[in-house]
């Protein structure tokens, strides 16, 4: 019996340097024994911040490298179908960050690779990992609102006055891709993992200009029929002024859940002659740092201890046709039936 996982990180990049500290510093059974980067200084920051044994400048290296039991891809979405296939076939585990693919296609042929492989691959869609968000989902399954039938949920970013990001958003795959898929695995989980059969989305360009000639909006908003009479509604956002505000309602017949209302960076309250007020968190990681920690452990876990993943591939087959249907009726400008 293996007692730890040898794990090789792929991409070096803002995220992917949490990943890599989270992966040597908080995960007991996990190794972090190798890393891949085509960027020196970043290959520079894994020798000198974390001592990581083996530092690749290829993905091909990080591949070959036998001292790899799993692989961690923190990589561009466009990569993501192909990278998965290639570790499979190369004998190591896998564990990518969400969406799966900017394809539907694409997501499917990898998810038909995972079920064809005798290794091991989980897309991560970290809220499922949240306390709040699995508290949530645990009052659910035990009847606490009833029968669910309806979500609002909503991911909203800080705006960036350099409007940095624009220079990744033409790989994004837009908005919803980026930002909504998210909130349609909620969705979908906290909903007992329906099928869609029908979206409708539409926005505007509010404050950068440059998404425009993108095809892309900065603040979109959706609406998704499920099977059942199940609905969802979203929100995504780049503008906001406040900081980063994540929250999700839950409706059954019985009653509703409410999740990150207050997107509080602490539990302080200031009062003054301003007003009473709280201080908001700036990004999605410090929202939910634990859950990526969480979200780690859990697939080193199950691998190592043969135990299912909480989430399939086809959870994230699922959510990635869903964004992409969002993203045609946003182009269409009319409903789009799955």
């Known amino acids: 019996m293996m007692t730890s996982l040898r794990i090789g990180l792929a991409g070096l990049g803002r995220l992917g340097q949490r990943y890599a500290e989270n992966l040597a510093r908080a995960v007991p059974r996990a190794e972090l024994v190798a890393v891949c980067s085509p960027v020196d200084a970043e290959r520079a920051w894994a020798r000198e911040a974390l001592a990581v044994p083996a530092v690749h400048e290829t993905y091909e290296q990080l591949l070959a ?117 998210h909130d349609i695995d909620l969705a979908r989980w906290l909903l007992g993992r329906p099928k869609a059969v029908k979206v409708y989305a539409t926005g505007t360009v509010a404050m950068y200009p440059p998404l425009e000639a993108m095809g892309d909006v900065d603040n979109g908003i959706a609406t998704v029929e499920f099977e059942g009479g199940r609905m969802a509604m979203f929100y995504a956002s780049r503008t906001q002024a406040h900081g980063h505000d994540t929250h999700t309602d839950i409706t059954g017949t019985a009653g509703r859940l409410s999740v990150g209302r207050n997107p509080r960076a602490d539990r302080v309250e200031i009062a003054d002659a301003s007003g009473i007020r709280n201080t908001v968190l700036p990004s999605f990681y410090e929202r939910f740092a634990p859950a990526f920690v969480t979200q780690a452990r859990h697939f080193v876990d199950a691998i190592l201890d043969g135990t299912p993943f909480d989430l399939t591939m086809d959870d994230a087959v699922e959510a990635t046709r869903i964004a992409v249907a969002l993203r045609e009726s946003l182009h269409r400008g009319q409903p789009v039936t799955l």
């Open 65 to 181: 490298d036998p001292s790899v039991d799993a692989v961690f891809l923190v990589t561009p979405t466009s990569l993501h179908a192909s990278q998965i296939e290639q570790a499979l076939d190369a004998g190591k585990h896998v564990f990518c960050e969400k969406p799966l693919s900017l394809d539907t296609e694409d997501c499917r042929r990898a998810a038909a690779h995972a079920a064809a492989s005798d290794k091991r691959a989980m897309v991560g869609f970290v809220r499922r990992f949240d306390e709040s968000y699995r508290h949530a989902f645990q009052h659910i399954e035990a009847g606490g609102i009833g029968r669910p039938f309806l979500v609002y949920s909503q991911t909203t970013d800080l705006a960036d006055p350099s409007g940095a990001f624009l220079k990744f958003a033409p790989t994004s795959g837009g908005i919803f891709l980026d930002c909504s898929v």
